[in-house]
T-cell receptor, first 115, second 109 residues
Framework: NAGVMQNPRHLVRRRGQEARLRCSPM?????VYWYRQLPEEGLKFMVY????????ESGMPKERFSAEFPKEGPSILRIQQVVRGDSAAYFC?????????????FGQGTRLTVV | RKEVEQDPGPFNVPEGATVAFNCTYS??????FFWYRQDCRKEPKLLMS???SGNEDGRFTAQLNRASQYISLLIRDSKLSDSATYLC??????????FGTGTSLTVIP
């Protein structure tokens, strides 16, 4: 059973371009969480999704950021018109059910660098 | 106010020492708690869940104190390989899954 897979591992974008980060949850997991981590800082919650639904997006910036988790395929975190401040590590985690009742596991992250 | 507060450390301890981390949480509705470890530039890895009755896994013991709203992690007989950042996390109804900023541990030979 493969773990949570994120790609790409490293992504370089110029200011103003779009960044697409992908997260394939573990087999049997239908809950996905996205986090952003700046150097020397903690994990900042961004969004929680179940298949085809956004459950909680309270941590997402209002503009330029969006997330989806379609019925088929990976979860996508999309950042439009990237700025230097978007440079960070983006981690996703998945769980088979609500994390109240189960445990969540992380992917290796995507390190976004905006130049 | 942060959901979870952790002493960032750093904690520098000799091999073989016992070290304890505490983590306080602000939302009394929090129901599930976990400890993760994160090595430099790596993903967080689940260390253990924290149960109300407390739980132990080898050299690691986790405790939950609901009355005082804190969780703790005790590491006995520290190894060099225990050097990492330890993140406490919690979840409550609505399922937002939040993290502390982490406590840095360095075990010294």
């Amino acid at each position: 059973n493969a773990g949570v897979m994120q790609n790409p591992r490293h992504l370089v974008r110029r200011r103003g371009q779009e960044a697409r980060l992908r997260c394939s949850p573990m087999k049997g997991h239908s809950h996905v969480y996205w986090y952003r981590q700046l150097p020397e800082e903690g994990l900042k919650f961004m969004v929680y999704l179940q298949k085809e639904n956004i459950i909680d997006e309270s941590g997402m910036p209002k503009e330029r950021f969006s997330a989806e988790f379609p019925k088929e395929g990976p979860s996508i975190l999309r950042i439009q018109q990237v700025v230097r401040g978007d440079s960070a590590a983006y981690f996703c985690a998945s769980s088979p059910g609500p994390v109240l009742n189960t445990e969540a596991f992380f992917g290796q992250g995507t390190r976004l660098t905006v130049v | 106010r942060k959901e979870v507060e952790q002493d960032p450390g750093p904690f520098n301890v000799p091999e073989g020492a016992t070290v304890a981390f505490n983590c306080t949480y602000s939302n009394s509705a929090s129901q599930s708690f976990f400890w993760y470890r994160q090595d430099c530039r790596k993903e967080p890895k689940l260390l253990m869940s924290v149960y109300s009755s407390g739980n132990e896994d080898g050299r690691f013991t986790a405790q939950l104190n609901r009355a005082s709203q804190y969780i703790s992690l005790l590491i006995r007989d520290s190894k060099l390989s225990d050097s990492a950042t330890y993140l406490c996390s919690g979840a409550y109804t609505g399922n937002q899954f939040y993290f502390g900023t982490g406590t840095s541990l360095t075990v010294i030979p």
